[in-house]
C-alpha cells in the first residue's frame, strides 16, 4: 500500500470513527424512547435499567383505545398546516418586499417578533381570544402559531429572493409585467427549493409547539404535544403511555425528513451563499 494510500484509508476510517461518536448519543435516545414504549411502568423504573424486554404492545394500544388519539393528531395536522399557509400566504410576498424593495421597517419588524419570547404574547391572545370567544378553536390556534411560522419562512426566503438578479424584474418590467407579475411569475418559480424547505420547517416547528398550545387550546383543539403532557401527573410519570405516544409522533417525522432530507439542505444552501 502506497503512502498517499494509506493516509487515504486512515482519514477515512478516522472520519467514520468521528461520525459513529457523533451518532451514537443520538441514535441511543431513540433507542430507549422505543424500549420504553414496550416496557410496563414496573420496567421502566426498574434499577438496574432492563436493556431487553419482551415486545408487548399495551402502551401502543391504551393510546387509542382510552385516548383520542387520532383527533389530537388530526388537530396538530389542521393547525400545522393551516399555520403554515397563512405564513406563506403572508410570508412569501413580505420576503420578497425586504429583499427586493429593501423595506428594512418590515423586516425589523419581523425579526422583532421573532425573537420576542413566545409567552410575552399569551396574555394579550388569552384576553383577546375570550373576548372574540376563540378560544379552543383552530382559527385562535393557527393565528397564534404564525408567530412561529411567519418569521421562519420570511428570513428564510428573503435570502432567496436576494440571490435572484434584479436585471431579471427589471426585464419584466419593461416588458409590461406589473410588481406582482413579476413576483409570482418570474420570483417564485425560481425559489422553490426555499419554498420547499421553509414550508417544511415551518410545519414541523408548529406542529411541535407546546406553550402557545397549552394555554389557547383546550379539549376540541388540543394538540399532540399538550397530549402527551398529560402522562405527566404531579405523583408520577407514565413512561410508557408517554414514550408510546413520543414514538408513534416521532417515527412518521423522521420518515419525512429522510424522505426530503435533499430538498431541505439544497434549500438551505441555496439560501445562505450569495452568488
Known amino acids: ?38 416496557k410496563t411502568q414496573v420496567q421502566n423504573t426498574a434499577m438496574p435499567p432492563l436493556w431487553t424486554v419482551a415486545p408487548k404492545l399495551r402502551n401502543y394500544s391504551e393510546e387509542f383505545i382510552t385516548n383520542p ?3 389530537y393528531t388530526l388537530n396538530s395536522l389542521i393547525i400545522a398546516t393551516g399555520a403554515t399557509l397563512l ?7 413580505a420576503a420578497y418586499s425586504i ?6 421597517g418590515l423586516g425589523l419588524a ?11 404574547f399569551l396574555v394579550p391572545w388569552f384576553i383577546l381570544f375570550t373576548g372574540m370567544k376563540l378560544i379552543d378553536t383552530y382559527a385562535a390556534m393557527i393565528l397564534t402559531h404564525l408567530i412561529i411560522t411567519l418569521p421562519l419562512i420570511v428570513w428564510m426566503l428573503v435570502g432567496f429572493f436576494e440571490d435572484l438578479p434584479e436585471e431579471l424584474g427589471d426585464a419584466a418590467m419593461v416588458d409590461g409585467t406589473t410588481a406582482f407579475g413579476t413576483f409570482w411569475l418570474i420570483a417564485m418559480p425560481l425559489v422553490r427549493p426555499g419554498i420547499a424547505a421553509a414550508a417544511l420547517l415551518a410545519f414541523l416547528f408548529s406542529g411541535n409547539n407546546f406553550m402557545f398550545s397549552l394555554v389557547i387550546a383546550s379539549y376540541r383543539t388540543k394538540p399532540l404535544p399538550v397530549a402527551v403532557f398529560n402522562f405527566m401527573s404531579y405523583t408520577e410519570i407514565n413512561w410508557g403511555g408517554l414514550t408510546a405516544a413520543a414514538s408513534i409522533i416521532t417515527l412518521p417525522v423522521l420518515l419525512l ?7 431541505i439542505v439544497r434549500g438551505l444552501v441555496v439560501g445562505a451563499v450569495k452568488g
Open 99 to 104: 429583499a427586493r424593495y429593501k423595506q428594512q
Open 110 to 120: 419581523i425579526l422583532t417578533a421573532r425573537i420576542t419570547p413566545g409567552i410575552s
Open 257 to 263: 425528513i429522510l424522505l426530503v432530507q435533499r430538498n
Open 69 to 71: 388519539f387520532a383527533q
Open 1 to 38: 500500500m502506497t503512502r498517499p494510500t494509506w493516509q487515504k484509508t486512515v482519514k477515512k476510517i478516522a472520519f467514520y470513527l468521528m461520525l459513529l461518536i457523533i451518532l451514537v448519543p443520538f441514535l441511543f435516545v431513540f433507542y430507549w424512547m422505543f424500549l420504553s414504549s414496550f
Open 87 to 93: 405564513g406563506l400566504i403572508l410570508g412569501l410576498p
